[in-house]
């Protein structure tokens, strides 16, 4: 597996590059650019117009090699070892076809808004249900809930099924509002996905082995083209199908509460927009928590830099990884 996974690895990284050099120009030309929001930070104006659904470039690199490996094992008479690897990629691609939709509305509407976020939370609820009871029924799931730091499992019979769906709800949406500036959202999940190749060797689970780097080489591959100043952006694309894939991975593990652990920056994005909102709505519109929200804005009014934040995040998500292993291992 050592060496699938360096093949994964070379291969997805070299599309990623490839296609995020041949359809960024195709992206311009289409004026397919990011809209600005009015009340975020002055000096993000000047990426206005900078294309974003750049996530296509590493969703195609993914697919496009997993189709390879598709290939490979068939040959081989392995396909069904693949099965994982097919409904976790379903998972995410499905959620980033709805981003497509999202960022292809903001672009027809010119504006920063595309579906409402009832129309989003009713597709990504259909496509979460799905996977979940895709996973069921191929027997790759059942109703016991890891613990991590305790360590035990409680059967949560039907409730499993209800806490899934908003597990995929919560983790997809938060990894969308950690795309915010140059290559974060890149660089947290790559953190993510190398936690996750790590895992995948010491229990040898093949589909989590071949999704990590899957994931590892397409993120590099664009974080060469996402890092500050980026010349390109993943849109709900690319945060919508990442979001779905490393909670899909840790669904895999059979342990789904460690992505909250390992995704702790996500998480702490959605909360910080959760609080922000709502202790303004409710003082009247009067206090605000943060300068601004998700958080990495906040620091950003601080007078932290882009690379300064990428950094520290991806840091904080490194050491998070170290507690999501002691936590379950």
Known sequence: MLIEFIVAIVTSFALSVVLSYYIIPILKGHKVGQIIREEGPSWHSSKAGTPTMGGICFIMAILIVSAGFTVFYTLKNRQSELIPLALTLGLGVFNGLIGFVDDYCKLLKKQNEGLTPLQKIILQ????ILYILALRFTGHLDTNLFIPFLKTNIELGFV???FAVFLIL?????????????GLATSVTLVVAGFFAFVAFNVFNESLILISGLLIGALIGFLVFNIH??????????SLFLGGMVT????LM???LIIVIAGGIYVVEAFSDIIQVGVFKLSGRKIRVFKMAPIHHHFE???WKEGKIVSIFSLVTALLCVAAWFSSF
């Open 125 to 128: 609820t259909l496509v979460a």
């Open 160 to 162: 499993y099924y209800i």
């Open 170 to 182: 919560g983790m997809v949406n938060s990894v969308n509002l950690t795309d915010g500036i140059d």
């Open 229 to 238: 100043p980026a010349k390109v952006f993943m849109g709900d694309t690319g």
């Open 248 to 251: 899909g991975a840790a669904f």
């Open 254 to 256: 059979e342990n789904p």
């Open 301 to 303: 009014k601080c007078g």
